[in-house]
């Protein structure tokens, strides 16, 4: 089967996306039209062949306050900041027929891949953060690098961990 993840429009299907969380689903099938219209969040979604949509991400413009990140990271930014400039990857989910197939794997990559590339090309961005829904979600982080925040449930990867995954291949 063949996969393509591009953002998401009014001729994917998503009616029928179920990832075991109501909150993602009540998300992508309720309120994501209105926060793409309103601004708040991009969505990416991750279709079958015949345009269902079996996974999403969103992404949007965050900041990140200075005192919250690890003392080994602050140390080498300039103290005139008092937040950073960040990436929110607020949303991610994959539809329970889809698991196990590393889907959530290929949407995270994605996510990290567009967000690094709007960082050098457009809009900066010190780091990706996320905010868990639930442990599983923060396990799922925390096995590809994401830092917990002090102070926060929220974690992070810095941009420029993100930079060396990509460093290599063609953008």
């Keep these: 089967m063949k996969f ?3 953002p998401l429009n009014s ?3 998503r009616k029928e996306f179920t990832c075991g969380k109501i909150i993602l689903d009540n998300y992508l099938k309720n309120q994501v039209s209105q926060d793409i219209k309103r601004k708040l969040s991009a969505c990416f979604v991750l279709l079958s ?3 269902v949509v079996i996974g999403y991400y ?3 413009n965050a900041s990140i306050q200075r005192q919250i990140l690890p003392t080994e990271i602050i140390k080498k930014l300039p103290p005139s900041y008092a937040n950073l400039p960040a990436t929110l990857l607020g949303r991610l989910a994959v539809d329970k027929n889809y698991f196990g197939k590393k889907l959530g794997e290929l949407l995270l990559i994605d996510a990290l891949k567009r967000s690094y590339l709007v960082s050098i090309e457009s809009i900066a961005s010190m780091a990706i953060i996320v905010d868990p829904i639930d442990d599983d979600a923060a396990n799922f982080y925390k096995k590809y690098g994401f830092i917990e925040l002090t ?10 961990t993100i930079a060396s995954l990509f460093k290599d291949l063609p953008l």
């Design 4 to 6: 393509i993840t591009e």
């Design 11 to 13: 001729s994917h299907y």
């Design 49 to 51: 062949d015949n345009q």
């Design 58 to 60: 969103t992404l949007s």
């Design 151 to 160: 102070d926060s449930k929220k974690m992070f990867l810095p941009m420029q």
